[in-house]
């Protein structure tokens, strides 16, 4: 635990320190994204595998660091709702991001890879199987570590496996391809020196590994601030992980995605974000073991049912927009773009009063 004591610090105070580990965690988490892809050039490693290995493990280092400090400091609701509050945010920011950049046509339309669809399938199991694990409990197989997160963890190994493989399958070909739709290209102009080409791999290696740390710290603190907001407000650890926490450690999941659409990559932007959320649904397995009361699992309340119910809601809507590929938007977003923000809006809508209910009731008992 932190030598320092974030409930003696004031309520703004809290605010200005997740401000500034948010802000720490925004820009240590673009530097990796870069980081990342002049290391997949430089090892000749497919993007597939530097997205999953590399970029999506990098950015998901906040949600490692707040999920494990939370676990730790024994906050489970903020633990795991902090993951599946960020599966379904990280999932309305393509909405944003979809009314942002400049197409003629939604998102979904300039994203025509298969490889889409069966991410955004393989999502809903996890997630389907996080929400069972909930409702039905968990049991522990050693010491205080659940059975549920174990298989979790395996289903996201063999998720990787899956994806990486069905490329060579070629048994989904679009009929119909958007003009001027372009494949991930290669790293933008606006690099940094030491992230060129005639930089060393070790150097490029020890950048990597020194954002890292900064992501790691900004995360550690936005999750121990939280814990102490939570408190003080009153509001709840399950809503305060599943928006405030969320939203600050899914930003370089945001800055990733914003910078692939820049780049034309329209698939590699859809497949960041659901590559990123199955790994949500598997840090799990950490947060159960940096609880030390018992499986995680059975320690959350019906927020984190909430949360990951929209995320099936949210990514099976996305899949009906991939398989539909609709070439025509309303106000500069397509129709499944629409739907998953308004759901979006809505469950946080009933989050919100589900949290205040709980809290009035707890202090009435």
Known sequence: MPSLDFGSIPVWGNLLILAIAGIVVWIAGLKLARLAESIALRTGMSRVLAGA??????T????????????????????????????????????????????????TFFSPDPVLLLAGVLLV??????????????????????????LLVVIYGMSLYYIENFASLETWTAARLPEKALQAGSPGD?????????????WLMSLFAFNCVLVLIGGASLSTSADALSVQTGVG?????????????????????????????????IANIFGTNTLEIALLFPADLAYRDGPVMNAVDNSALLMAGLSIVMTALYLWGLLERRDRSILRMGVDSWCVVLTYLAGLGVLYFQSGAAGQAGAAG
Request: net charge negative.
């Open 53 to 58: 290995m590399l970029l999506g493990v990098a």
């Open 60 to 107: 998901s280092l906040p949600e490692i660091a707040t999920t494990v400090t939370a676990g730790a400091l024994g906050n489970a609701p903020l633990a795991v709702n902090n993951l599946f509050g960020g599966v379904a945010m990280q999932l309305a920011v393509l909405a944003v991001i979809d009314f942002w950049s400049v197409r003629n046509g939604p998102l």
């Open 125 to 150: 199991l996890q997630v389907a199987l996080a929400v069972i694990a909930v409702s039905a409990g968990d049991v522990a197989i050693y010491a205080h570590i659940g059975l549920w997160p174990v």
């Open 190 to 202: 606006d690099q940094d020196e030491e992230e060129k080409s005639d930089a060393s791999l070790a």
């Open 237 to 269: 650890s399950g809503f305060i992980g599943a928006t405030l926490v969320a939203v600050a450690t899914s930003l370089p999941e945001i800055s990733t995605t914003a910078g692939a659409i820049r780049l034309g990559a329209y698939t590699m932007a």
